[in-house]
Nanobody, 122 residues
Framework: QVQLVESGGGLVPAGGSLRLSCAAS????????MGWFRQAPGREREFVAA????????HYAYSVKGRFTISRDNAKNTVYLQMSSLKPEDTALYYC???????????????WGQGTQVTVSS
């Protein structure tokens, strides 16, 4: 089992940048495909980005492609989400998630963190 803790959220003006981190403990991160999701008030949770266990393959939601970058440092057991050109509609609680299956076959991720709040002011 793996435990996930997100950090790096905060308040940022539109057009600004933030980097979220997701630190894993309990198991080595290289065993897991990783994803970032977000949930805004009154809306369903939505997929943001995912990265394969090796880091060789990434996948993004259309709404963030070209603005967000997911990466991982397996030696540090940490996954990152670099967010740039932020928009007010990016405001949400951001979660990281882990699953031992290959990225392409994951339906619902198995392990979830508690989330970190990102607020983008207009």
């Amino acid at each position: 089992q793996v435990q996930l803790v997100e950090s790096g959220g905060g308040l940022v003006p539109a057009g600004g940048s933030l980097r979220l981190s997701c630190a894993a403990s309990g198991r080595t991160l290289s065993s897991y495909s990783m994803g970032w999701f977000r949930q805004a008030p009154g809306r369903e949770r939505e997929f943001v980005a995912a990265i394969s266990r090796s880091g060789a393959t990434t996948h993004y939601a259309y709404s963030v492609k070209g603005r967000f970058t997911i990466s991982r440092d397996n030696a540090k057991n940490t996954v990152y989400l670099q967010m740039s050109s932020l928009k007010p509609e990016d405001t949400a609680l951001y979660y990281c998630a882990a699953d031992s299956r290959p990225m392409g076959v994951i339906g619902e991720y198995t392990y979830w963190g508690q989330g970190t709040q990102v607020t983008v002011s207009s």
